[in-house]
C-alpha cells in the first residue's frame, strides 16, 4: 500500500498537491513517487467523527490526511493510501489528483 505523491525532477523536492512548477527550484519537470508511510505530528477530530492529521514524509514533505481504521497518536508512523475504502488498521488517506501525470501518457 502507498500514495503517489510528485517529485521534482531537477531538486528532488516532493510536493503535495500537485504543482505546474517547483516551488523550490522553478523547474517544472516532475515524475511520481509512491511514498509508503508517513510519520503523525498532529490530528484533529472533526464533529462528523473524520480524523484529519498532518503526516511528515521522509524528504520533508508535509500533507494532511484522513485517518482511517481508528486514530493514530502524534509520533506514530501509519501506512499512507490513495484508496478511500483502505481497510485493515491506520492509513492515512490522501486524494489523488486527476492531473497528476498529465505530461505522461
Ligand atoms: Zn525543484
Known amino acids: 500500500m502507498s500514495a ?14 500537485t504543482r505546474l512548477f517547483c516551488p523550490v527550484c522553478g523547474e517544472d519537470s516532475f515524475s511520481t513517487v509512491a511514498a509508503e508511510h508517513g510519520t503523525v505530528e498532529q490530528t484533529t477530530n472533526l464533529s462528523n467523527g473524520t480524523v484529519l492529521a498532518t503526516l511528515s514524509l521522509n524528504g520533508g514533505l508535509r500533507l494532511i490526511a484522513r485517518l482511517t481504521g481508528s486514530e493514530a497518536k502524534p509520533g506514530q508512523s501509519v501506512p499512507l493510501t490513495n484508496d478511500p475504502k483502505a481497510e485493515s488498521g491506520v492509513n492515512a488517506y490522501i486524494p489523488i489528483h486527476s492531473n497528476l501525470n498529465e505530461d505522461q501518457p
Open 4 to 17: 503517489v505523491v510528485q517529485e521534482c525532477l531537477s531538486c528532488r523536492s516532493l510536493l503535495f498537491p
